[in-house]
Every structure is written in structure tokens, then in C-alpha cells.
């Protein structure tokens, strides 16, 4: 097998755990590379495919096949249109290739034209550094001039003057042109330049006036030999202007003498014409103003807001896109203009429709006033995510801290009051980071909801609420062989409430094991398994007959139809569950302390809890039990394995002699002649049940599945103590022992991370990590999901293990670590290590959907992680809430972040490049 990204990929795993990913030889270039077009415009892309048998690509517009118009469109030989306005995101050209994932990817950037040069002057322009005056249409402020391909700033005079003083050396003709911000280059000028000397430039003064219908105004020219004007008259500098109002009211005066030649600009005015008062005001959105006009003006107009027919104003509700407003005023001797500035409002916050905020990602609706649809919005000071519909705004991004916050909507440089908002639980009984580490040890790890849950009514009140919720998890309705129970399984871990009923039932399932591997009905397993729920809150002496009793197990360790001894025929009891129910399901093979320590001989040597020949009488004890029979049937010995509930007695075949059972335990090591069937079973699961060891092993046990591989002899020693009632309840009370070991010092001793112990926590066996990483992100799973089969290629086929002694052994040690216990990394081979990597990547694999899925019945949503990739840090953080608790190190979330900034293949990718690398990471694969 082999792990495959598109991005380079930081892997954290401990030797011999994982395989670092590999990167894919695939590739596709796209040329041209990065390029600016005007709209309209058309320009055509190649590609070029390496590594993939069919070079055929798919051309498409920021992940739309073909484009839009919008974006532009794009031909499938590659041919791209710009769109008829520039659009208001980037733009992407992508060629997909024939498998569907590997693609090549270059921006384009749409730009609006650039303005036109009409005159300059001086022109023909002396070599050296003259200042020189661009006429022409449509420059702004910042705009900068291209003289023979070097850029020069300019001195933004008005939208159709600039000046600028380029340096320029030999003399010949320069091409200029000119760009604002954000536009392309406008059309070129050919400007030509002269060596400098006399005779100085021509010029005139003023170069501008304003002057009204047949009035006069001279102008001044050095040397000037003639005098020109393009409407009126002019002699000897003296301008009369025209008694009517030509085509234009901007009229040129030309002076021309040894230095070239100098103009002036006059604007004409008609003393009648109309006029409008105020001529300029700044006004508020949605404000009014009242205009007046002289002239005989009468007829308003305005082109944003609304005037009435008196001149009374009022300004839009929203920004325009230039931010102001033009109002006009007509009359017979022409037309009057005012230029309103529009002011955005100062918004306020008046309510929040989700309060509190919930820590980690959030979306909530502001309601105030004020807002515009280019409002912005702060949490505590940082940038959110803010969209503006009808009159609200809607708010989104990530809280990190929990406590009381503050949200700030802004329209430039106005700004609201402080909004207070509670982020999280206010007065949690427990810390979020403490909530999700209880529930890795409680339940199949932690969901958003669940979290803040056990924030809000504490630990212990979630132990409680689950001590008293009713069964909800079942597997009555699975049918078939074999097939069926282990899709409901993680169904059932993944979205049923009744999370540590589930839990507790999964940890009995491993100590009391059955399997397919002999069973092969699902109608046993389904008996099985629903009775471990069903008991896993009762106590363990219940658990221990029930079990004993199940048909389930009388199949598959043979006390079923286990006849008592024939010494004709030479038969003997079977011992198989005699064996088993001391060696695994409760007293182990050695003495122990109370703290599950091995108690020594004189010798040093451990002391053997039993002997063969204990086994032997109690494999007489379990003599004389069969399959139960329909309602109304009679017994039959040797009967085929039924599901009509728990096994019945057959008195017959029972070894009614006397037994020598365990001395060690204060309950009857003697079980006398002529008990019943019944009575000789509880007789002797009573004497199994008060063995001094049964504390200490079972706790031990339970501890290693929900908390953590290696309890110390003290955290075992308390919750043992609890188990025999120490705290007033019966002994093997499950709930109290349950209670117990997951409130331990030891158990919550890290909850807020940064003091990671080697002997914390427990590696996650794949029945664990899987039903985890779906409910991290609140993601939904049915029975139609594929991953039991996945369960099975890391060794973890559930409810079938392949021997009676689990799928690993308690017992195994994780070699280089000095002895530490880690039983489930004895399944995690290189190749189930490999095989969860990929099983995390082909989740995250969706490359245009964020909607994740891994089949019909698994789903996650990416979707509120995308905004938070424009800030690599931000998604780091909010991905270690919600899958490591918040507490990852240090040194890890900065090679992540690092990672996710150079992930080049867009925000989906950066969100799924974040969550491989964290998921496969050693951190996030032992539970700590």
C-alpha cells in the first residue's frame, strides 16, 4: 500500500507506526503562467501532462468546468474569455487530468482598462528630468506612467491632468502609458525627446480660466508669434469668448513661438445657466438634504438616492460603488450638478441570535442598525467572517478562548459600541479541553455538542445522565449471517447517545470474548452483545452469570451439552470455560495484591491462583447445561445452538458429586454433594466472584480500555477498593467501579494537556479511532458505511477476534520503551499502520466538495473550516480543538501551519492537507 498527497505532507508518527506519505508523479503545467487581461479579452492556455497515460485535461474556471460568466469561460482546447466586468474573487484556470485528481493550476487576473492619453506637454520633451503634464480621461490618485517600459510616480492633479518627472537620457520617440491601481495599461503615446537647450519651452499663463459668455481674459506666452483658441476669438493673448455656448464648454488657448508651443484651458460659463446650492455635501446613508437651484431650474434628478420635485433629497440606503451621489438640476438654460459624498452609518449592536457563542467554529446573526453590506466584524479585536442580508449580518469564524467577548461591526472607520457575547459554557464544570479528554476515556471520543455538554452539567452529572438513560443502542434489528453487526457497531458508536453504556459493553466484549469465528450466526452474537449492554451498568457477578448462561458462549468455549464424566465410555467434563472464565474473565493466573501487583513465595516466584486439578472440578460444576428450547418444548441434550435466551439446566447429565473449589476466596471452598444444576453454578460463581483477585484484575482491565495501558498499582489499588464497596455500594458494583476509574487523579491528572507522561493514555485501536475521527467533526455515519472491512485489515474485526484471548493480548509491551504495556499496538502492524493513513486520506479526498465522504453512509462537513484558511494559524487552531483537544505541542501545530501556508491547491486542500496530517500524527493516535 501507499500513502498519496498532492501537497507536501508533514507526518508526526512514532517508528513504526506510520509511513510517511508519499508524493504522486503525476503532473500538468499550465501556460501561460500567472497573467493580467482586460475584460473581454481572450487569451489561450496549454497544458502540458506528465506521468499520466491519457494527456486529455478538462479545462475549467476556478473548479467550474468550462467557467461562467462571472469568472469568464474557457474552452475545452483551452481558449479563455474574460468576463464583461472585472470579478470580484481571483480567478483560477485549471486543467484537470484524466484520473480526476491531478491538476495544474495558474491565476489570471481580470483587469478594467487603463486611461487614455489625449495630449502631453511639453511635447517634443527635452532629455534629462523634465516635468511633464499628461492630459487625457480617467486618471486617479496613484496612478503611475510607463515612459519606454520604466515606471514613474505622477502627481494626481484631477481625473484628467497628471504630472510627472521621468528621467530620461538619449533623445528619440518613448512610448508612454498610464495605469491607475487595479487597472491594466492604457493605450500607448508616442512622445518624443530632444536634446535639452535653447530655446526654453513655450509656455502660458494662466493655463487655466474660467470665463464667461462674451467676457474677456488675457493670456500671457513669451516670445509667442501667433495666438489660437478652438471657439472665440483671441488677439495677442487678449480671449474673447463666443456670446453662445458652443458643442463644448472647454475651449483651448494655443500660444506658439521659438520654444514649440503652450495651451491654456478655459472653461466657458453661462451666467444664466443654473446653479444649485449646496454644490457639495457629505450626507449620512438613508439622510436627507434639502437643494435649492437658481436659473429657472426645476426638473431634479439624482443618480443613487431619491430628490422630489422640490429639491428634497434623500441618500440611499447602501453604498455606491464610487461612494458618493450626483443630484441634478435642469432648466431651459441648462444643468446644474451637486456631488454628495455618502458616509456609511455608525452601526450598533442591538442582539446576537446565538448567545453564547460556542467555542471553536461559530455562525450567528447580528440585529442593529447601520448595517451595510461592506460592514466588517471583530471577535475580541480579530478579523471574522461578516455578510450583510437583509438588514442583519451574519457572522462566522472560529472562538479559541472561552469567557466573555466582545463583537465590533465596523464601516471603516466608524465603529460600534463593544457588543458583549459569552464564548463557551459560562461557569463550565469543566474545562473544554477537560470535557474532550473525558470523553475519550467515557465515550467513542468527542463531539462539539457533547463537549460543551459535559461543560455545562460537569463530569459527574454526565456519568449520572448516562447511569439513567435507557438503552438506546441495540443490534435486534441486524439480520444475516454474519454480516451486518460490525457497520452497526460503529453506527451505533458514532450516533448513538448512550455513549458509555456503549463503551463499558465494548470493554466487557473484549474480557468475556466470543467470536464469529465459531459462532457464525448473527442471532447468538445479537443475544451476545445485546446483553453486555444490557448488564454493563448492573454487577459484575450478574455479568459473570449471564455470560456463563448465554448460548453464546456455551458455544464457543463448549459448555454447552458439557455431560458430566463417563467412565465406561471414558469421557471427561470439558474444561475449556472452566479455564477460561479464572484465566481471562476473573481471576487471572497469579495472586495479587490489591493494587494488581503479583504477590511473591519465599522464592520471589509469583503463586499460581489455581491448579489443573481446580480446573478440572470446576469443569465439573458446568456440567448438565444445553440450549434452550422454543416456548413450550421440551429440553433435548446435545440440542443445536438456539437463541431462546439463556441456557437451561439438564439434570441428568449435571455432576452432582462434591467439588473443591478455590480456598483462596471467604465463599464455600467446598461445594457439597447433591446440588442442583443451578445451585452448583451459583455456588461456584459466588466462590469465583469473592476472590481477593477479581478487584484488582477487572479494574485493571477496564482501566486499560477506557483510560489508560499502564494504571499505576495506586490508581488500580483505589478503584479496586471502590469494586469491593468500599464507598458503601455492593462489591462489583459497576457503575461506582465505572464512576471510579474514570474520576481517578490519575485519569484527569493531564486533562489540560502540556504535561504528557509516557505511561498516559492508550493507543487507539481502529474500532476507537475511527467512530472519533467522524464525531470530531459532528459527521454522521449509517449501516450503509464501508468501514468494517478497514476495521478488519488492521486487525480488529469486530466480534469475530481471532481467539479467545482478544484481539491483543493485555499483557504486550511495546518494544523500546522499557517494559511500558501497550496492548492495542500489537495489531498496529506497518501495514495497518499504512492502511489507517490511507483510510484518513481517502475520507479527505473530495477535491472540489467539502462535503467529505468515504461511501453512502459516512459524512463530513468541511465546510466551516473553508473561511479559516485565508489564515493558516486560525485553522490550525480550530482543527486542535476539535480533534486533539486544544493542547497540541507546540512544535507540532507550527510544522502544520507551515505546511497548510505552502499548500498552494486552495482552501479545500489546506483544510484536508491540515486534517491528514493531524489525524495520521502519533500525538492524535494515542489517546494521552
Known sequence: MRITRNSPAVLFCAAALFVPALLSAQSITVTPGYTSIGINQQLQYTATVTGLANTTVTWEVSSVKGGNSTLGTITQTGLYTAPAKVPTVGTTIIALGSDGKTMGIVYVNVAPAGPSITSVSPNPA??????????????????????????????????????????????????????????????????????????????????????????????????????????????????????????????????????????????????????????????????????????????????????????????????????????????????????????????????????????????????????????????????????????????????????????????GSLSSPPFSVQVGIANALASSAAARRFLQRAAFGPTPTDAAHVQTIGEQG????????????????????????????????????????????????????????????????????????????????????????????????DMANNAKADPVAGTLANENYARELMQLMSIGTNMLNSDGTPQLDSNGLPIPTYSQFTVTEFARVFTGWTYAQAPGQPLIWNAYLTSYGPMAPYESEHDNGSKQLLAASPVGATAAAGLTTQQDLENALDNVFNHPNVAPFVCKRLIQHLVKSNPTPAYVARVAAVFNGANGTPRGDMKATITAILLDQEATANDEGQSDQPTDGHFQEPALFLPAMVRAFGGTMTDQNYYWSDLAAQGQDVFNPPSVFNYYSPFYTVAGTGGLKGPEFQINTPDAAVFRANEVSYLFNQYSNPIQSYGPGTIIDLTPFLPLASNPTTLVNALDLTLTRGVMPATMKTAITTAVAGDTLGPLHQVQTACFLILTSSYYNVWH
Open 462 to 557: 454526565w456519568i449520572n445522565e448516562q447511569f439513567n438513560m435507557p438503552q438506546i443502542s441495540s443490534y435486534s434489528n441486524v439480520t444475516g449471517s454474519s454480516g451486518g453487526m460490525n457497520t452497526h457497531f460503529l453506527t451505533n458508536a458514532v450516533t448513538n447517545p448512550d455513549q458509555l453504556r456503549q463503551r463499558v459493553a465494548f470493554a466487557l466484549s473484549q474480557i468475556f470474548v466470543v467470536s464469529f469465528e465459531k459462532l457464525i450466526w448473527n442471532a447468538n452474537m445479537i443475544l451476545y452483545q445485546n446483553m453486555l449492554l444490557s448488564d454493563a451498568f448492573t454487577n459484575y457477578r450478574q455479568i459473570m452469570e449471564d455470560v456463563t448462561l448465554s448460548p453464546a458462549m456455551g458455544q464457543y468455549l
Open 126 to 411: 527635452p532629455t534629462g528630468n523634465p516635468t511633464l503634464t499628461i492630459k487625457g480621461t480617467g486618471f486617479k490618485s496613484g496612478a503611475y506612467v510607463l515612459v519606454g517600459g520604466n515606471s514613474f510616480g505622477t502627481t494626481f492633479v484631477n481625473s484628467t491632468t497628471l504630472k510627472t518627472s521621468p528621467w530620461q537620457g538619449p533623445a528619440g520617440t518613448l512610448v508612454l502609458q498610464v495605469a491607475n491601481p487595479g487597472t491594466l495599461l492604457g493605450a500607448p503615446f508616442n512622445l518624443q525627446f530632444v536634446n535639452a537647450g535653447p530655446p526654453p519651452p513655450q509656455t502660458i499663463s494662466p493655463t487655466t480660466a474660467s470665463v464667461n459668455l462674451g467676457a474677456t481674459q488675457q493670456f500671457n506666452s513669451a516670445n509667442a508669434t501667433s495666438w489660437t483658441a478652438t471657439a472665440g476669438t483671441i488677439v495677442n493673448g487678449l480671449y474673447t469668448a463666443p456670446t453662445t455656448m458652443p458643442s463644448s464648454n472647454s475651449v483651448t488657448v494655443t500660444a506658439t513661438g521659438p520654444g514649440g508651443s503652450a495651451s491654456a484651458s478655459v472653461t466657458l460659463i453661462n451666467p444664466n445657466a443654473p446653479k444649485i446650492n449646496p454644490a457639495t455635501i457629505s450626507l449620512t446613508l438613508g439622510t436627507t438634504q434639502q437643494f435649492t437651484a437658481t436659473g429657472g431650474a426645476t426638473n431634479w434628478s439624482a443618480v443613487a438616492g431619491t430628490i422630489t420635485s422640490q429639491g428634497f433629497y434623500t441618500a440611499p440606503a447602501t453604498m455606491s460603488s464610487s461612494g458618493t451621489d450626483t443630484v441634478s438640476v435642469t432648466g431651459s438654460n441648462g444643468t446644474a450638478t451637486a456631488l454628495v459624498t455618502l458616509l456609511p452609518p455608525t452601526p450598533s449592536i442591538t442582539g446576537i441570535s446565538t448567545n453564547p457563542l460556542p467555542l471553536g467554529l461559530f455562525s450567528a446573526t447580528l440585529t442593529g442598525t447601520g448595517f451595510l453590506s461592506t460592514s466588517t466584524a471583530q471577535l475580541n479585536g480579530l478579523p471574522i467572517a461578516a455578510t450583510f442580508a437583509n438588514g442583519a449580518l451574519t457572522i462566522g469564524g472560529f472562538a479559541s478562548q472561552s469567557g466573555t467577548a466582545s463583537i465590533v461591526v465596523s464601516n
